[in-house]
């Protein structure tokens, strides 16, 4: 099993560009998360989706839109880069079922930075 | 809301020294209370976790309580080595929706042989 992997590992955007970022899982795991991580702040939740064709917004949604069409894949999309979107970003995984028992696996981070 | 407060790093330990981190929470409910680790350039890994009071989390000689009393979940590791030099955080999950997880800041930790 591969886990949680993401695509691409790096990327460099100029201001107004678009991309998606690509998660995959292979654990047939119900629930999948968007972080980032940026220094001195820990990792913050930009959506997350409970379920194939599910989405709902984190902590941190703006200039992010994401979508859930197959069970192994989350999408993060930018429809126009900032700067400040400067960031690594995780996915993470889970299965479903009681609170906090359930471990969330993280894939390996794409960075991304914008011009 | 609910808040994680991690001991600011970074933290430069000499090998074989102990390890403390502290971790303070606020949180709804009876929350799940996780510490992660990050070594360079890799995603999180589940370190350790404990899901009620009193509950003692433990894996690869480290240790963490959780302490209803002081809303506390430090980490300790008797002997560091230098393969534990990450940066570890401290992390829980309330019983609400989704079980998003809220991070602590994260702490640097160095050792040095």
């Known amino acids: 099993n591969a886990g949680v992997t993401q695509t691409p590992k790096f990327r460099v955007l100029k201001t107004g560009q678009s991309m998606t970022l690509l998660c995959a899982q292979d654990m047939n795991h119900e629930y999948m998360y968007w972080y980032r991580q940026d220094p001195g702040m820990g990792l913050r939740l930009i959506h997350y989706?409970?379920?194939?064709?599910?989405?709902a917004k984190g902590e941190v949604p703006d200039g992010y839109n994401v979508s859930r069409l197959k069970k192994q894949n989350f999408l993060l999309g930018l429809e126009s880069a900032a700067p400040s979107q400067t960031s690594v970003y995780f996915c993470?995984?889970?299965?479903?079922?009681?609170?906090?028992?359930?471990?969330?696996?993280f894939g390996p981070g794409t960075r991304l930075t914008v011009l | 809301g609910n808040s994680v407060t991690q001991m600011e790093g970074p933290v430069t330990l000499s090998e074989e020294a102990f390890l403390t981190i502290n971790c303070t929470y606020t949180a709804t409910g009876y929350p799940s209370l996780f510490w992660y680790v990050q070594y360079p350039g890799e995603g999180l890994q589940l370190l350790l976790k404990a899901t009620k009071a009193d509950d003692k989390g433990s894996n690869k000689g480290f240790e963490a309580t959780y302490r209803k009393e002081t809303t506390s979940f430090h980490l300790e590791k008797g002997s560091v080595q230098v393969s534990d030099s990450a940066v570890y955080f401290c992390a829980l999950i309330s019983s609400g929706s989704a079980r998003q997880l809220t991070f602590g800041s994260g702490t640097q930790l160095t050792v040095l042989p």
């Open positions: 993470a995984s889970s299965l479903a079922g009681t609170s906090g028992n359930n471990e969330q696996f």
């Open positions: 989706s409970v379920g194939e064709g599910t989405t």
